[in-house]
């Protein structure tokens, strides 16, 4: 189980919003969100770099199970874990940019190092 806030969201909702955040995230590069999804998406998407980097089949279809394009899971086998092969985590960075107009919720730009 990812991480330990709850995100106001029933379990279920909250590991498909997670399942989709990672997958959009691990697409693009950048994401911006706020400050605690951040915090939750970020071991996430490093894990699955990592499991990238492992480069088998049993891990790919760990990540296959857990993202829900199987095109970001090609991506971060063939371009991503390469990327980042010499580097042993922190493959992500969270750079908060102020709150948010209308509920002043605090804003992050999540992205890869």
Partial sequence: ???TRKLGKPTDQR???LRQQVTDFLDT???ETTVTRAKE???VAEKMITLGKKNTLASRRQALSFMTREDVV???FKELAPKY???NGGY???TKTGPRRGDAAEMAVIELV
Wanted: aromatic share 0%.
């Fill in 1 to 3: 189980m990812p991480g």
């Fill in 85 to 87: 092969a010499e580097r």
């Fill in 41 to 43: 998406i970020a071991p």
């Fill in 92 to 94: 992500t960075r969270i």
């Fill in 15 to 17: 590991m498909a919003m």
């Fill in 74 to 76: 090609t991506k971060v």
């Fill in 29 to 31: 590069g950048r994401m």
